[in-house]
C-alpha cells in the first residue's frame, strides 16, 4: 500500500477556495486515489476518486499530475460545514487483497 | 446513494460485560463489510474484513477471542466486544463497499462505546 503524507492542518475563510495536497511518492500503477471526508462522530463519506488528470464533481475536483506523485482535492467556495477531517488514500480501485488504510488526514477548519 | 446503519448509535455499558454492535447495508447486499475503531482525535483503524459465510479476517492485534464478528447474511455484520474493558471504550465504525468499488466504501454513522 502507498503511504500518503498530507498537512496535519489548515485554516480558510468562507468563501475561499481550499487545495488540500497528499503526497504519494510510491504510487503503484494499479493505485487509484480516493479522498474521504470525514465529520466529528460520523462516519467517513467519499467525495471523490481518480486515476489521473482530473476529476470534478459536484463537491470537489481532484488534481492528479502526470506522475501521479501527488494529488490536490480542490474545495471550491468552502463553507462552515466544510469543516472536517480529510483522508488522501492510495490503493487499487478493487482487489480482494486491498484494505483500506487511513492515515492522519487534514483537519480543515473554515473561519466565518 | 447506499446506505449504512449503525445500532445502537452510543452504548454505556460495565466493564466485563459483552456489547453487540449491528452494522446493516440497508438498500444493497454486501459480501465484505469492514470494523474500523477511532480514538478521539486520532485516525480510523482497521481492525477486521468481515466475510459474508466465513470467518472474519483480523488484523495484526486485533484479538479476535475479544472483538467476535459474524457477517450471517449479505445485509448483516455484528461485531462483539466481549469481556469489554474501560481502554475498549471507543467509536466504533462499520464499512461496506457498492459492487465494483472496493474504495468507494459507504461508512456506517458509528457507535460510541463506553466502558465504566
Known amino acids: 500500500l502507498a503511504k500518503t503524507t498530507q498537512p496535519i492542518s489548515m485554516d480558510s475563510y468562507e468563501g475561499q477556495e481550499v487545495n488540500i495536497t497528499c503526497s504519494h511518492n510510491?504510487?503503484?500503477?494499479?493505485?487509484?486515489i480516493t479522498w474521504y471526508q470525514q465529520f466529528p462522530s460520523q462516519g467517513p463519506r467519499f467525495i471523490i476518486q481518480g486515476y489521473k488528470t482530473k476529476v470534478t464533481n459536484e463537491v470537489a475536483s481532484l488534481f492528479i499530475p502526470a506522475d501521479r506523485k501527488s494529488s490536490t482535492l480542490s474545495l471550491p467556495r468552502v463553507s462552515l460545514s466544510d469543516t472536517a477531517v480529510y483522508y488522501c488514500?492510495?490503493?487499487?480501485?478493487?482487489?480482494?487483497?486491498?484494505?483500506?488504510?487511513f492515515g492522519s488526514g487534514t483537519r480543515l477548519s473554515i473561519r466565518p | 446513494g447506499a446506505v449504512v446503519s449503525q445500532h445502537p448509535s452510543w452504548v454505556i455499558c460495565k466493564s466485563g460485560t459483552s456489547v453487540k454492535i449491528e452494522c446493516r447495508s440497508l438498500d444493497f447486499q454486501a459480501t465484505t463489510m469492514f470494523w474500523y475503531r477511532q480514538f478521539p482525535k486520532q485516525s480510523l483503524m482497521l481492525m477486521a474484513t468481515s466475510n459474508e459465510g466465513s470467518k472474519a479476517t483480523y488484523e495484526q492485534g486485533v484479538e479476535k477471542d475479544k472483538f467476535l464478528i459474524n457477517h450471517a447474511s449479505l445485509t448483516l455484520s455484528t461485531l462483539t466486544v466481549t469481556s469489554a474493558h474501560p481502554e475498549d471504550s471507543s467509536f466504533y465504525i462499520c464499512?461496506?463497499?457498492?459492487?465494483?468499488?472496493?474504495?468507494?466504501?459507504?461508512f456506517g454513522p458509528g457507535t460510541r462505546l463506553t466502558v465504566t
Open positions: 488514500l492510495v490503493g487499487e480501485y478493487y482487489s480482494s487483497a486491498s484494505k483500506i488504510i
Open positions: 510510491n504510487i503503484a500503477t494499479n493505485d487509484y
Open positions: 464499512s461496506a463497499p457498492t459492487s465494483g468499488s472496493l474504495w468507494e466504501q459507504y
